[in-house]
């Protein structure tokens, strides 16, 4: 969260500092911003890893489903402040993104499982004859 704060806010700082400003502007814009998305995203994984975690005791195994309720809970947690149609949107879009990603991730891993899958090696043909000796002899 600090380092993607710090891009963006350092390109939003340079983008709106008057000329010969812009390294100054840039550089204020990071001290200012980038903490506070950094520590943004920092409560937003806490509560996500504590949702997570609790599923995962609760249902007893570990799948996806854990990580999209833990998704849409954590996006509703969050809105709580700006009442009740706004968290449950909140909800909803957060269970999205995370079906979404979970998806991805599951398409991929079965991609790539694919690619790993060993090759059957084609058996040597014996060049030994039933005597046990060579065939060219």
Not at 107 to 132: C, H, L, Y
Request: net charge positive; aromatic share 12%.
């Amino acid at each position: 969260g600090a380092i993607g704060g710090s891009v963006w806010h350092g390109v939003r700082g340079y983008r709106t500092s008057p000329r010969g400003q812009k390294f100054f502007g840039s550089l204020g814009a990071i001290k200012s911003r980038a903490p506070v998305l950094g520590g943004s995203f920092a409560v937003w994984g806490g509560l996500f890893s504590t949702f997570d975690c609790s599923f995962i005791a609760i249902r007893g195994k570990e799948d996806p489903w854990n990580s999209i309720f833990s998704g849409a809970i954590t996006g509703g947690v969050l809105a709580a402040r700006t009442g009740v149609k706004s968290s449950l949107q909140a909800a909803f879009f957060g269970g999205v993104i995370l079906a979404l990603i979970e998806g991805m991730m599951i398409g991929i891993n079965r991609w790539t499982a694919d690619a790993q899958k060993p090759v059957m090696s084609q058996v040597p043909t014996d060049p030994f004859n039933e005597k046990g000796r060579s065939k060219a002899f």
